[in-house]
C-alpha cells in the first residue's frame, strides 16, 4: 500500500529513495514545461480580450457615422463586448484553475532537492559525529564522553529527521502526481466548456441578426451589379452622344452649308415630341417630370459689370427652367419664367459665338453654349416648351403667376427672395378679378364657346393649309413692299390678294413686325407704353407688351385672344393683319380711354428698381418695395393708365377697368334704339374703325336685323339666285322674315378685314336666314371670293343647305363661274368633314 515498509536507514532505502527522487525531477521537467505553457495560454487569453474591446469600440466608432448600418453593427459590438468580458473571465479562471496550481506543484517538486542536500548534510554530520566518538579512548574523561555522546545523538536524530521529511515527501509527490494535473487540467477544460456555452448562447441571440445583416448585404451586391449596368449604359450613351455631338460639329463646319439656326426636319419632329412630352405633364399635372434637356450653359451676369458665369441649367417637362450653381447644388436653383417668354437668337453683342437670349418679362437672359448644335438644341427644346405653355395656360396657372413678385420685383430675387413671400394682397386682388372673369365668363359662355372652337380646330388637309400660308405671304409681300394700304374709306374697293407675288423668305417675321408696328399707336404697349410690342389682342386689335399679355389672357380667352406676333406664326392671316391696320392702338385706345385719368407728376415713379442682381450680386435694401408700399401703390393708380415699369396688379386693376367694366368708354353718341341701324351702316360702308367703335359701345354682332337695311340686302340675294336659277324656297326656317346678321352683310361686302373682326368679337359663323342661307352662302351669291375663304378657313360650315337645298359648293357651281381654283378646292374639301376650322 505505502511506498515504505520501513523508514529504518539501509541501503534498500537509500537506494529506494534514490530511485524516487529521479523520478521527481522528471516529473518536475514535465511540470515546468507544462506551467509554462499554460502562462503563454493565459496571457494570450488576455490580450484576446483587450483586442476584442479595442475592436468593440472601434466598431462602435465607425457606426456612429452610418445610421443606416448602425442596427445591425450596434448589436455586433454589442456581442463583441460581451464576448470580450467572457474571454477576460476564461482568463481569469485559467489563471486560478490551471497556471497557479501548476505553479505551486512545481515548486512543491522542487522542494524535494532541498530536503534531499538536507538529508545528505545531516548524514555526513551523523557519520562525523559517530567517526568522533567511536575515536574516543577509554581513558577519556567520562564528561566529554558524555557530551560526545549527546551530540551523536542529537546528529542521528536530525539525520533521522531529514530522513523522514525527504521520505514523506516523496509519499507525498507519488500520490498527488496522480491527481493535480488532473484536476487544473479537468477544471480549466470546465471553464472553457463555460466559456463556450455562454458565447454559443450570445451568438444564438445574434444569428437573426447576422441573417438579415447578410440578406442586406446580398440586397446591396444586387444593387450594385445594376448599378454598375446602369452606369454602363449610361456612359455608352455618352460616348454616342459625343461621337454624334463631334460627327455634327463636323459636318456643321463650313458656315455657308449650315447655318447656325437651321432646323433640320428630324429636329422639328424632336420639337413635336417635346410638346407633347411637356403637354402630357402638364396635363398630368406634374405627376410625371421627365428632363428634356438639361446641361451647362455660359450665363452674362445682368449686372452693370456682365461678366459670364458657367451654370448648370435644367429644362423639365413642366416647363421650368432653373440653374444651378456648380457650389451648392442643393440649394434652391434660379427659375426662369418661361411663360411669356420668347427665344431669339444671338446675343446684343453680335461678335460672340453660339449665344442665344431668352426674353421675358422682366428680364433678358444671355446665354451661350459650347457650339452652335447646342444652341439649336436648346432654342428649340425652350420654343417648343414655350409654345405648349402659352397654348397650356390656363387661369390657375395665370393666377399662379400672378402671386409672383410683380416684374418689376423680380430685380430683387435673389438674397431678399425669401423676405418677399409671395404678396398677399396682390393675390387676394387676382382672386377678386377672378371673380369678375368668371361672372363675366358665364354671361358670355356662348360666346366662348363660339371663340374657343374658332381657336382650338385644326386644319383638315395641308393643301389648304398650305394654301392659307401662300396667300398670307402674298398678302405681306404686298402690304410692306408694295406699300399699298388697304383704303378703308373707300367701301367696294377692298384690298384683296390678286396678284401672285413670289413667296415672302425668311423675313416674315421681321415684316409682320414692321407692318403691324407702322399703325398709329402701335409701337408701343396698348395698356401701359411699353416700347415694341410683340404681342397682341385678336378681339381688340391692339398690340401689347408681354406683361400685358400676361394680363389679357388672366381676364379670359371670351374677353381678350392673345397671339405672339412672332411665335403664333399661323394666326396672321392677311384678313387678320388687314384688321389690324385698319384698327391700331391710337383709334382703339380713343374709344376705350376716352375718359381714362392720366397720372399727374405726383403720382409718378418714387422707388427706384436696382440693377438686376439675378442673386449672384448684393442688392442695395433701399430697392426693396416693401408689400405695404406695393398694395398703396396699386390702390393709388388702380384707375390711372400705367406705364411700363408699373406692377401686375396695377395693370390687371387697369386692364378689367378698361376691357370689361368698360369705365373709360364714353357712353354711344347714337340713341340705343339707333344703335343697331348705325352698326349696320358701319359694316355695309366698311367702316372697320366704326364697327368696332360701336361694338365697343354696346353694339351687339350676334343681333338680327331686320330694317331697311336687311330688307334690301336680302331681296338682292333672292334675286341673284333666282337669276342663277335657283327657285325662290316654298318653306322658311325659324328665323323671323327678313332678318340678317351682320356677317351676311359683311360677307356681301367681303370685306375680309370686317369679317375677321366680327368673328374675332364672336359672331357665329353659321347663323342662316330665313331661307338656311348663311353668310358663307351670300359670299358666293355676291362672288367674294376672299370673304368665301376666310370663312370656310375660320371654320364655317360649307355642306349646310339651304331650304333650296343648294349648299355653297351647289350655289357656286350653278353659277357656273367658279375661276378661283382654290376656293372650289376647299369648298370640295368641306363637304365631307362637315365644315372644319382651317386655322
Ligand atoms: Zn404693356
Not at 655 to 680: G, H, S
Not at 728 to 750: C, D, I, N, Q, W
Request: with cysteine.
Amino acid at each position: 500500500m505505502g511506498c515504505f515498509t520501513t523508514l529504518d536507514d539501509s541501503p534498500m532505502l537509500r537506494c529506494k529513495l534514490q530511485e524516487m527522487e529521479s523520478s521527481v525531477d522528471g516529473l518536475k521537467d514535465r511540470c515546468k514545461l507544462l506551467t509554462k505553457a499554460s502562462r503563454k495560454y493565459r496571457d494570450g487569453l488576455l490580450n484576446m480580450h483587450q483586442s476584442e474591446k479595442e475592436f468593440a469600440s472601434a466598431l462602435e466608432e465607425v457606426c456612429m457615422d452610418n445610421d443606416e448600418d448602425h442596427v445591425a453593427m450596434g448589436s455586433f459590438v454589442t456581442v463583441l463586448n460581451q464576448l470580450a468580458t467572457y474571454h477576460h473571465t476564461l482568463h481569469t479562471q485559467i489563471e486560478e484553475l490551471l497556471f497557479e496550481p501548476l505553479q505551486r506543484w512545481q515548486v512543491f517538486l522542487s522542494e524535494v532537492k532541498d530536503l534531499r542536500r538536507k538529508l545528505d548534510k545531516s548524514g555526513s554530520e551523523y557519520d562525523e559525529q559517530r567517526s568522533r566518538y567511536l575515536s574516543m579512548k577509554k581513558k577519556t574523561k567520562p564528561e566529554v564522553l558524555e557530551k560526545q555522546a549527546a551530540e551523536l545523538q542529537s546528529a542521528r536524530r536530525d539525520f533521522d529527521e531529514a530522513r523522514f521529511a525527504v521520505a514523506q515527501r516523496l509519499a507525498a509527490v507519488e500520490v498527488r502526481k496522480k491527481y493535480e494535473f488532473l484536476d487544473a487540467l479537468a477544471s480549466s477544460m470546465e471553464a472553457h466548456m463555460h466559456f463556450f456555452r455562454r458565447g454559443l448562447d450570445l451568438f444564438s441571440g445574434l444569428e437573426p441578426k447576422i441573417q438579415s445583416a447578410l440578406e442586406v448585404v446580398e440586397g446591396h451586391r444586387a444593387e450594385e451589379k445594376h448599378e454598375e449596368e446602369l452606369l454602363e449604359s449610361l456612359v455608352a450613351v455618352q460616348r454616342d452622344n459625343a461621337a454624334a455631338r463631334t460627327l455634327a460639329s463636323s459636318e456643321c463646319a463650313s458656315p455657308s452649308a449650315c447655318g447656325p439656326l437651321q432646323f433640320t426636319g428630324q429636329a422639328a419632329r424632336k420639337a413635336s415630341e417635346i410638346e407633347s412630352v411637356v403637354r402630357a405633364s402638364l396635363e398630368g399635372g406634374g405627376q410625371h417630370v421627365s428632363i428634356i434637356k438639361q446641361g451647362y450653359l455660359y450665363k452674362r451676369s445682368s449686372n452693370m459689370r456682365g461678366g459670364w458665369k458657367r451654370r448648370f441649367f435644367i429644362l423639365d417637362s413642366l416647363g421650368t427652367l432653373c440653374y444651378y450653381r456648380n457650389k451648392d447644388a442643393h440649394s434652391a436653383a434660379s427659375t426662369v419664367n418661361l411663360l411669356f417668354s420668347t427665344v431669339k437668337p444671338n446675343a446684343e453683342d453680335p461678335s460672340l459665338r453660339c449665344c442665344f437670349r431668352i426674353v421675358s418679362s422682366s428680364k433678358t437672359y444671355t446665354l451661350q453654349a459650347e457650339n452652335e448644335t447646342e444652341v439649336t438644341q436648346w432654342m428649340e427644346a425652350l420654343q417648343a416648351v414655350i409654345a405648349v405653355l402659352i397654348n397650356n395656360s390656363t387661369a390657375e396657372q395665370l393666377r399662379a403667376l400672378t402671386a409672383d413678385p410683380p416684374p418689376g420685383m423680380n430685380h430683387h430675387r435673389g438674397r431678399h427672395r425669401r423676405n418677399l413671400s409671395v404678396d398677399s394682397d396682390i393675390s387676394v386682388q387676382s382672386e377678386g378679378d377672378f371673380a369678375m372673369v368668371e361672372r363675366v365668363a358665364s354671361r358670355d359662355r356662348h360666346l366662348l364657346r363660339t371663340v374657343e372652337s374658332l381657336e382650338e380646330s385644326t386644319p383638315p388637309n395641308a393643301a389648304l393649309c398650305s394654301a392659307n400660308c401662300f396667300a398670307f405671304r402674298r398678302y405681306l409681300h404686298d402690304a410692306s413692299g408694295g406699300g399699298q394700304q388697304p383704303n378703308r374709306k373707300d367701301a367696294g374697293a377692298y384690298p384683296e390678294v390678286q396678284t401672285p407675288a413670289p413667296p415672302v423668305g425668311a423675313g416674315d417675321e421681321a415684316s409682320l413686325l414692321e407692318v403691324l408696328r407702322r399703325v398709329p399707336g402701335n409701337s408701343a404697349c396698348a395698356d401701359c407704353g411699353a416700347a415694341d410690342p410683340d404681342w397682341a389682342s385678336l378681339s381688340f386689335g391692339v398690340t401689347l407688351c408681354i406683361e400685358c399679355s400676361g394680363v389679357h389672357r388672366q381676364m379670359g380667352v371670351h374677353i381678350s385672344k392673345v397671339r405672339s406676333l412672332t411665335l403664333d406664326v399661323r394666326v396672321w392671316e392677311p384678313s387678320v393683319v388687314q384688321m389690324f391696320q385698319q384698327l391700331g392702338n391710337q383709334f382703339v385706345n380713343s374709344v376705350l380711354e376716352e375718359k381714362a385719368p392720366r397720372r399727374t407728376n405726383d403720382q409718378e415713379d418714387t422707388w427706384l428698381w436696382s440693377a438686376d442682381s439675378d442673386g449672384e450680386d448684393e442688392v442695395a435694401d433701399s430697392a426693396i418695395m416693401s408689400r405695404d408700399t406695393l398694395a398703396d401703390a396699386g390702390g393709388l393708380r388702380a384707375t390711372c393708365k400705367p406705364s411700363a415699369g408699373d406692377g401686375l396688379a396695377e395693370k390687371e386693376k387697369f386692364a378689367v377697368a378698361k376691357y370689361i367694366d368698360r369705365r373709360f368708354t364714353a357712353p354711344c353718341a347714337v340713341r340705343p334704339e339707333e344703335l343697331r341701324e348705325t352698326l349696320w351702316e358701319a359694316v355695309a360702308s366698311g367702316d372697320l374703325q366704326g364697327t368696332l367703335r360701336l361694338i365697343l359701345k354696346g353694339g351687339d354682332v350676334n343681333e338680327w336685323h331686320a330694317h331697311i337695311g336687311s330688307v334690301r340686302l336680302m331681296s338682292e340675294a333672292l334675286e341673284v339666285a333666282e337669276g342663277l336659277g335657283i327657285p325662290v324656297p316654298e318653306t322658311v326656317t325659324e328665323r323671323g322674315a327678313m332678318e340678317l346678321s351682320l356677317l351676311h352683310l359683311a360677307a356681301k361686302v367681303g370685306a375680309t378685314a370686317n369679317v375677321e373682326l366680327l368673328l374675332q368679337r364672336g359672331a357665329a359663323i353659321d347663323a342662316p336666314d330665313m331661307y338656311g342661307r348663311t353668310p358663307l352662302h351670300y359670299a358666293i351669291l355676291f362672288q367674294q371670293a376672299e370673304a368665301a375663304k376666310l370663312l370656310i378657313r375660320k371654320g364655317a360650315d360649307a355642306s349646310l343647305k339651304d331650304m333650296s337645298h343648294c349648299n355653297a359648293l351647289d350655289t357656286a357651281v350653278t353659277m357656273g363661274r367658279v375661276t378661283d381654283e382654290e376656293l372650289f378646292l376647299m369648298l370640295s374639301g368641306c363637304q365631307g368633314t362637315g365644315g372644319q376650322a382651317l386655322c
